[in-house]
Nanobody
Framework: QVHLVESGGGYVQSGGSLRLSCAAS??????MSWYRQTPGKQRELVAK???????EYVDSVKGRFTISVDSEWNILSLPMNKLEPEHTAVYYC??????????WGQGTQVTVSS
């Protein structure tokens, strides 16, 4: 069983920075991602990292956000720079686990004021 706990959300002014972290317990993780969701919209992928280190990002965060994970898949990080109001959302940590269902954290709110 994998358990995910996000931290690092908060309130920041436009142009500012935040760093999200996700602490993962358990084993069998082979990919981790950050998703975000705003009221009335579907949850969308923000950034993903796969075993081997390859990454992918939604266009709106390229050059601003950088996803990384430690070698044990215990700590997923997302430094977020040059934040804008459109980045305001609840951010969720997600893990894909061998022979198991997808796992989600509880979410952390990011609010960017103009």
């Amino acid at each position: 069983q994998v358990h995910l706990v996000e931290s690092g959300g908060g309130y920041v002014q436009s142009g500012g920075s935040l760093r999200l972290s996700c602490a993962a317990s358990g084993s069998g993780i082979y990919a981790m991602s950050w998703y975000r969701q705003t009221p009335g919209k579907q949850r969308e992928l923000v950034a993903k990292i796969l075993s081997g280190g390859s990454t992918e990002y939604v266009d709106s965060v390229k050059g601003r956000f950088t996803i990384s994970v430690d070698s044990e898949w215990n700590i997923l990080s997302l430094p977020m720079n040059k934040l804008e109001p459109e980045h305001t959302a609840v951010y969720y940590c997600h893990a894909q686990v061998v022979a198991s269902v997808d796992h989600w954290g509880q979410g952390t709110q990011v609010t960017v004021s103009s």
